[in-house]
């Protein structure tokens, strides 16, 4: 079974940079894929941004950055948008599809992993 995490994490936002705003020492881009890390379920992790910077730092705590979201428009639009446009480009890439999708908010950093394990 293809249990995929994506982490939403554009720049453009009315508080700039929160994506990537440090907690306890760390981004907050970083305490969602740590998570995603940890769970028993997901066997990829990728962040979907529009960010260069973004990307680096997703990439340094072990998430995959495969391509950027060109949509200049995805903060105006709703999620299921950029969502379709992930999953195709995953299996555009991949050649696989997934089962499960699983959206980790970087703005939720102190999730447990046995809640994301439980509901999967």
């Not at 999620?79 to 499960?100: M, P, R």
Request: net charge neutral; charged share 20%; proline share 6%.
């Amino acid at each position: 079974m293809n249990i995929v995490a994506v982490i939403p994490a554009r720049k453009g936002s009315s508080l700039k940079d929160k994506n990537i705003y440090p907690l306890a020492g760390y981004p907050l881009l970083a305490w969602a894929i740590a998570c995603a890390k940890q769970s028993c379920h997901i066997n990829e992790i990728y962040v979907y941004t529009d960010s260069e910077k973004y990307a680096e730092i997703a990439e340094k705590y072990g998430a995959k950055v495969p391509f950027f979201d060109d949509n200049p428009n995805i903060g105006k639009v709703p999620n299921h948008v950029f969502l379709k446009d992930f999953l195709d480009k995953y299996e555009i890439l991949t050649g696989k599809q997934i089962d499960y999708l699983v959206i980790l908010w970087a703005t939720t950093p102190l999730r447990d992993v046995q809640f994301v394990d439980a509901a999967i």
